[in-house]
C-alpha cells in the first residue's frame, strides 16, 4: 500500500524567512510522483511543484524547491522569501507512474507566514 | 490549465435527504475524480469517473450511498444519498491533466452541513 506521511500539523515562518515542510511516503513502485499542493483558506487546490521519481534533479518553481531523497522516502518542500500569501495548508501527495488516477495525500502541514 | 467550476458552493441540509453536486470542466477530459475532505482533515479520493462506463468506488465508498454520473467529457455530478451528519465535509471535483501524469485541476469544492 502507498501512504504518505507529513508529521508537522502546523508549522509558522516571518514574512521573508525561508521554511521546509517536510514529508515521507512509502510505495513499492520503483517510477512514481511526487506534487506539493496547496490550500489557501478560500480552499482551491493549486499545484505548487511536481517532482518525477526517475529525475535525480530536485524540482524548483521560483521561490519552492523541494529536498527529493529517494532511498530515504524523503519529499520535503522549501519555500524562500515567503510571503504572506504563502499562508495555507500544504500537502505532499504520491501518484504511481502506471496512472490509475488515484492522489494519495499526506495529513497536511498548515503554515501560517507571519508579518 | 482546466478551469473547473462547482454547485452549489456550499448547502445546508437536513439528515436523510440527499445532495447533487454538480462539476464542469471548460475542456474535454478523459478521467474526473471525486475527493471527500472532512474538517480539517486530508483528501480521500470518493471515486473515478470516466465518460461512458460506470464510476470506478474506492475502499469504504459504495455506489448506493455516492451514485456518480458522467455523461459527456465535461461534466460530472456526485449525489450523495441519505445524508447523516457524518456526511458533513468539502467535496471536491478533479480532472487529470493529460500531458503531466498525476497532475491534477482541482474544482474550487462544495460544502456541505448535514443537520
Known amino acids: 500500500a502507498q501512504t504518505v506521511t507529513q508529521s508537522q500539523p502546523e508549522m509558522s515562518v516571518q514574512e521573508a524567512e525561508t521554511v521546509t515542510l517536510s514529508c515521507t511516503y512509502d510505495?513499492?513502485?520503483?517510477?512514481?510522483?511526487l506534487f506539493w499542493y496547496k490550500q489557501p483558506p478560500s480552499r482551491q487546490m493549486i499545484l505548487v511543484i511536481r517532482?518525477?521519481?526517475?529525475?535525480?534533479q530536485n524540482a524548483t518553481e521560483n521561490r519552492f524547491s523541494v529536498n527529493f531523497q529517494k532511498a530515504a522516502k524523503s519529499f520535503s518542500l522549501k519555500i524562500s522569501d515567503s510571503q504572506l500569501g504563502d499562508t495555507a495548508m500544504y500537502f505532499c501527495?504520491?501518484?504511481?507512474?502506471?496512472?490509475?488516477?488515484?492522489?494519495?495525500f499526506g495529513q497536511g502541514t498548515t503554515l501560517q507566514v507571519k508579518p | 490549465s482546466a478551469v473547473i467550476s462547482q454547485k452549489p458552493s456550499r448547502d445546508i441540509c437536513q439528515r436523510g435527504t440527499s445532495l447533487t453536486i454538480q462539476c464542469q470542466v471548460d475542456?474535454?477530459?478523459?478521467?474526473m475524480f471525486w475527493y471527500r475532505q472532512q474538517p480539517g482533515q486530508s483528501l480521500t479520493l470518493i471515486a473515478t469517473a470516466n465518460q461512458g462506463s460506470e464510476a470506478t468506488y474506492e475502499s469504504g465508498f459504495v455506489i448506493d450511498k455516492f451514485p456518480i454520473s458522467r455523461p459527456n467529457l465535461t461534466f460530472s455530478t456526485l449525489t450523495v444519498s441519505n445524508m447523516s451528519p457524518e456526511d458533513s465535509s468539502i467535496y471536491l471535483c478533479?480532472?487529470?491533466?493529460?500531458?503531466?501524469?498525476?497532475?491534477?485541476?482541482f474544482g474550487p469544492g462544495t460544502r456541505l452541513t448535514v443537520t
Open positions: 501527495a504520491l501518484s504511481g507512474a502506471w496512472y490509475t488516477g488515484k492522489l494519495i
Open positions: 478533479s480532472v487529470e491533466r493529460e500531458d503531466r501524469v498525476g497532475e491534477q485541476y
Open positions: 517532482q518525477e521519481a526517475y529525475k535525480q
Open positions: 475542456s474535454q477530459v478523459t478521467m
Open positions: 510505495t513499492s513502485e520503483n517510477n512514481y510522483y
